[in-house]
């Protein structure tokens, strides 16, 4: 089956709520976008904020707090907002390449008996308590009784203790003021049962992940859960059983091969344009899910824009599927910074989004527009 980049790109506007459909719990947003990015925690409430028809709380907050979110080390080692449901299936595909397990990684953080021993320790100290990163880490090293551990432990990226939040060990609690807390899945979740193993949780990982950024290509799916880190071996067979079973078809947009829901055909090809603007925010599961190197959302010209030092990803200003610039705010209000060669974008439109992003974040309501 044959699609145009347009239909495709529309499909997935109104599959990434920026359509704006009404009554759409926090649940339901996250679900939909395989997670939202949480390194930045106004980023991620802005996320779900954005997706919905009305400025207002986005959610995420009482989420967390009924448990129905979780927060936690997941697609790409950073941090996300999962649902309590499909997080063990998206921890399950991180942990299955063990990379921790590699030499290079051991050489740099911790030796596997070093994360055994860690791992060990977690599973003991964990369960039914909340403790901030430096409680956690004192408790660690009494019990291992390894002082080397003192400076990987208490780093603030948390390399090492990624992997245990992969194995199903470690997640986020609520936070202490301004300090970050940990707890175990396994008490903090109620139904919590643990990890599946990894051909079980790509049944339900990858048609989720089409069902959002589709049609794809096993690469794509690949570099947005773990920067291309997966067994080739395993994704062949996950989306090679998946084709055989049904549930995927095999479909071509604009002369390129890639993997589609096989639900979803009808809809790719009766799609219709999204209508107006969108400005979303830093870390956008829009431009995350596909990847800034995707060229037909994002001109490889302008990528330095959009991914920037340190991981930094822009906020951006989509138009007909496509960023066709980015944005920030300012003390005079929204600032646009638009790209020539993504054609005219209606100004009418733009000053209602950034009226509509305005009153979400809080900010004057004044509009700057530039063009390069």
Same mark, same amino acid.
């Given at each position: 089956?044959?699609?145009? !980049? ?72 950073? !941090?996300?907002? !999962? ?51 430096e409680q956690l880490t ?13 400076g990987p432990l208490g ?211 004044? !509009? ?5």
């Open positions: 089956m044959r699609f145009s !980049l347009g239909q495709v790109l529309s499909w997935r506007m109104r599959r990434q709520f920026l359509d704006r459909p009404a009554e759409t719990p926090a649940e339901t947003i996250v679900e939909r976008l395989c997670g939202v990015q949480a390194q930045v925690a106004s980023a991620a409430e802005l996320a779900v904020a954005v997706r919905r028809p009305a400025p207002g709380d986005s959610g995420t907050d009482p989420a967390l707090e009924r448990r129905s979110l979780i927060k936690v080390w997941a697609m790409r080692g950073t !941090l996300h907002l !999962l649902t309590a449901e499909d997080a063990p299936a998206y921890l399950s595909l991180m942990a299955a390449p063990r990379t921790w397990e590699k030499p290079s990684w051991q050489k740099t953080f911790a030796t596997t008996a070093q994360m055994t021993a860690i791992a060990e320790a977690i599973r003991e100290i964990l369960p039914g308590r909340t403790l901030t990163r004192a408790e660690i090293l009494e019990r291992t009784g390894d002082d080397a551990l003192t780093s603030g990226w948390g390399t090492v203790l990624k992997p245990l939040a992969w194995q199903g060990y470690l997640c986020h609690g609520p936070s202490d003021r301004n300090r970050v807390t940990f707890t175990s899945p396994g008490t903090w979740i109620d139904g919590w049962t643990g990890l599946p193993e990894p051909d079980e949780a790509a049944v339900r990982v990858i048609p989720a992940y089409l069902g959002a950024f589709g049609p794809a290509t096993t690469e794509s799916f690949d570099q947005w859960l773990i920067r291309g880190m997966s067994k080739k071996a395993s994704l062949r067979k996950w989306f090679t059983g998946l084709t055989r079973s049904g549930v995927l078809t095999e479909v071509e947009v604009d002369g390129r091969s890639a993997y589609a829901r096989t639900a979803d055909l009808d809809d790719i090809a009766a799609a219709e344009p999204v209508p107006g603007v969108r400005l979303l925010p830093a870390f956008d599961q829009f431009v995350l899910g596909p990847g800034t190197r995707e060229e037909h959302i994002i001109d490889p010209e302008r990528r330095p824009l959009i991914s920037k030092a340190a991981g930094w990803i822009s906020p951006v200003v989509v138009a007909a599927g496509r960023v066709a610039g980015t944005w920030e705010q300012t003390d005079s209000g929204i600032t646009v910074q638009l790209f020539a060669e993504a054609g005219p974008v209606p100004g009418d439109d733009l000053a209602a989004e950034a009226a509509h992003v305005a009153a979400i974040i809080g900010c004057r309501p004044g !509009l700057t527009v530039t063009t390069v």
